[in-house]
């Protein structure tokens, strides 16, 4: 398996303009999930999903931060507008769901790292 | 509420030196799971271990050994040995299952080890 496959890896770009990150889980995947890391803040869940319905999303800053997750094989994390301060990397991951220790086991992918400017 | 504490923010060791990387950890729930994960420069974050809260028994697998003590909530790692590919931000992680939030893995702040030549 290729393992999870997110993209861009790099973005750039400037303040108000629409984010678009992607993401193609390991198949037979039942859940997925949105990180974001930063310096200030570590390792952050945004959103999770649960056979491609939302489960919780919590961790979502603000309104400006959409999910999406259209099938199984993939979703999208949408910031508009963008501002400096989403400036950050952040990664999506996948996990199988077991009857004894449910969906815990991540696998990540490489993330995209987002500078606003 | 769940919350995960590396104490220690940044490590450095000679090559061959033995290190202890420190997790402590606060939950109320008597059903649980504690995690690593490794972070390498390359930035993919890597699964290593879990345990369940039931399973205290302390695993090594190579050069890594984990100590569990629910007495004190901590979750040690040790690495033996150290390499310089050791070098990265390693991660401690808990999640509760059964919950609204199942599955929700909470990071800790991570801690920074530099492996010296």
């Known amino acids: 398996d290729a393992g999870v496959i997110q993209s861009p890896r790099h973005e750039v770009t400037e303040m108000g303009q629409e984010v678009t990150l992607r993401c193609k889980p390991i198949s037979g995947h039942d859940y997925l999930f949105w990180y974001r890391q930063t310096m200030m803040r570590g390792l952050e869940l945004l959103i999770y999903?649960?056979?491609?319905?939302?489960?919780?999303d919590s961790g979502m800053p603000e309104d400006r931060f959409s999910a999406k997750m259209p099938n199984a094989s993939f979703s999208t994390l949408k910031i508009q507008p963008s501002e400096p301060r989403d400036s950050a990397v952040y990664f999506c991951?996948?996990?199988?769901?077991?009857?004894?220790?449910?969906?815990?086991?991540?696998?990540f992918g490489a993330g995209s790292r987002l500078t606003v400017l | 509420a769940q919350k995960v504490t590396q104490a220690q923010t940044e490590i450095s060791v000679v090559e061959k030196e033995d290190v202890t990387l420190d997790c402590v950890y606060e939950t109320r729930d008597t059903t649980y799971y504690l995690f690593w994960y490794k972070q390498p420069p390359s930035g993919e974050l890597v699964f290593l271990i879990r345990r369940n809260s039931f399973d205290e028994q302390n695993e090594i697998s190579g050069r890594y050994s984990w100590n569990f003590q629910k007495s004190t909530s901590s979750f040690n790692f040790t690495i033996t040995a150290s390499q310089v590919v050791d070098s990265a931000v390693y991660f401690c992680a808990l999640s509760e299952p059964g919950k609204t939030s199942y599955d929700k893995v909470i990071f800790g702040p991570g801690t920074s080890l530099s492996v010296i030549p």
């Open positions: 999903f649960n056979n491609n319905v939302p489960i919780d």
């Open positions: 991951a996948s996990s199988p769901w077991t009857v004894l220790s449910g969906a815990n086991v991540l696998t």
